[in-house]
């Protein structure tokens, strides 16, 4: 009795998800090549610029399970009406023609072509701004991956709901875990708008998609999640992160202005000033001020009482009285001062209170009317 030929099921089963992935390639391939073959050939490819880039990630496993599946049907003589074998010399031929368009193009592989030609320079009308977002940042980029891990991470912190003036919603941890997070994220939105920037030379796409960066993503799983999505998000959530963090520095160090240059490391004294009685924010003159200014004006309510208490307010404010004459900062607070006329300053500090009379010109003495030396007995 001769032996049968295995049925296609059972070939199938034997190449464990390989035939599956040949018919997957077939269907890719059907679209792409015709596309490079073409005349009108770069708007073609642009508009299956997802296909191409699946192409170009299955390849490098593609090519070895079609040349192994060829051998194994010759030496185990697959029956030729095979659907399978059918399936695997229609993407063997698939494969030669791509690489033959490919090079009818004047490019060595398939991903310099799509280099060249995706996101091309070009003048983008209005109803294909998406089209070419889409096209220099495809939602499986790893450049998309990390705008969307930093975006989430962020919208975890700065998204919470804050308890009022001077309160933060996060904490000194927050601020730590989020810091190398931060630098990755600042990196990859300059790269990704860089790319966006380029696509079209008119700067439309630019601009419309800075537009939609300038509203609250909305969340939904029935929103498409692609590539400028993400960097909608990503820039919009780290425009709000620095607005809340100037808008924390201001309401915690007031009447001072802390420049910009300051804000970062002004924030995490306020954190941990919350939780840490001891914490500082500098050995000179104009930390000293700052952190004077937030124990007097601006402090959290609720932080931990300060290390030192008035011995503490009036070392800073000998120091501050140090800075240059004139210091716009340091009349700020001395005119802030002057107007007080009860605060509770921290658990540990007497309120403030105003003495009749001219305030000295100094902040030391100033402090020594709202704070007089204990009298001795």
Avoid at 16 to 45: F, N
Avoid at 339 to 353: A, D, E, I
Wanted: proline share 6%.
């Amino acid at each position: 009795m001769p032996l049968s030929l295995p049925t296609d099921e059972d070939l199938k089963r034997t190449l464990e998800g390989g035939a599956d992935d040949l018919e997957a390639a077939r269907l890719r391939l059907d679209a792409l090549v015709p596309a490079i073959e073409s005349w009108r050939w770069r708007t073609r490819v642009r508009e299956v610029a997802d296909i191409a880039r699946a192409v170009v990630r299955s390849l490098p496993e593609l090519r070895p399970l079609v040349a192994r599946t060829r051998r194994r049907a010759t030496a185990e003589n697959w029956n030729k009406s095979s659907k399978l074998r059918a399936l695997v010399e229609r993407v063997h031929a698939q494969l030669l023609a791509l690489d033959q368009a490919v090079v009818s193009r004047e490019y060595e592989t398939l991903e310099a072509l799509l280099l060249a030609t995706v996101g091309l320079t070009r003048k983008v009308a209005i109803h294909e701004r998406e089209t070419a977002a889409v096209e220099v940042l495809d939602a499986e980029d790893p450049l998309v991956a990390r705008l969307q891990r930093f975006q989430e991470e962020v919208a975890k912190v700065f998204g919470r709901p804050r308890g009022g003036s001077r309160t933060v919603a996060f904490t000194y941890d927050d601020h730590e875990r989020l810091r190398p997070l931060w630098r990755d994220g600042e990196n990859a939105l300059a790269e990704a708008w860089a790319r966006i920037a380029k696509v079209d030379s008119t700067g439309g796409v630019e601009r419309w998609l800075k537009g939609r960066a300038a509203v609250a993503p909305r969340q939904s799983a029935r929103l498409k999640r692609n590539g400028p999505s993400v960097l909608a998000a990503a820039e919009f959530w780290r425009s709000h992160a620095l607005a809340l963090r100037t808008q924390y520095v201001t309401e915690h160090f007031a009447p001072l202005r802390v420049q910009e240059e300051e804000e970062s490391e002004a924030l995490k004294f306020v954190l941990l000033r919350h939780t840490d009685g001891a914490a500082v924010l500098g050995e000179d003159a104009r930390a000293a001020l700052l952190m004077l200014a937030h124990e007097l004006m601006g402090g959290a309510p609720g932080r931990v009482p300060l290390t030192g208490g008035v011995t503490r307010v009036r070392e800073w404010a000998a120091l501050a009285d140090t800075l240059p004459r004139g210091d716009e900062d340091w009349v700020r607070l001395r005119e802030s001062l002057r107007v007080v006329m009860s605060r509770t300053v921290s658990p540990v500090l007497p309120p403030l209170k105003r003495v009749a009379g001219v305030p000295p010109r100094k902040l030391e003495q100033t402090l020594a009317d709202f704070f007089p030396p204990p009298t001795r007995t």
